[in-house]
């Protein structure tokens, strides 16, 4: 069994700095994609940023320039530097990660319980 739980969260003014932090833990192989969603009241649920295994990152549109993701793989954790943060990134973040389980080699996407961030204007 794998758990994913998130840390970091909180409430913050309008222009200020957050660091989430998401660790996986259990029968873990390999991880391969992790990412960060995050779901605003009365919205769907849409992907902040995503990182390969191999370091590659992808972000939304909204978040360039001032989020940035990044992994440890050895303690097989993501990371989410949110920077220049807006009353619109308020929401419930998630972490997800697409864990390789160590018995079957078989990939599963786990996700965490998520975690809220609050930007007050």
């Known amino acids: 069994q794998v758990e994913v739980v998130e840390s970091g969260g909180g409430l913050v003014q309008a222009g200020g700095s957050l660091r989430l932090s998401c660790a996986a833990s259990g029968s873990i192989f390999s991880i391969n994609d992790m990412a960060w969603h995050r779901q605003a009241p009365g919205k769907q649920r849409e992907l902040v940023a995503s990182?390969?295994?191999?370091?590659?990152?992808n972000y939304a549109d909204s978040v360039k320039g001032r989020f940035t993701i990044s992994r440890d793989n050895a303690k097989n954790t993501v990371y989410l530097e949110m920077t220049s943060l807006k009353p619109e990134d308020t929401g419930v973040y998630y972490c997800n990660a697409e864990v390789v389980e160590l018995r079957t080699h078989l990939q599963y996407s786990y996700w965490g319980q998520g975690i809220q961030v609050t930007v007050s204007s």
């Open positions: 990182i390969t295994g191999r370091g590659r990152t």
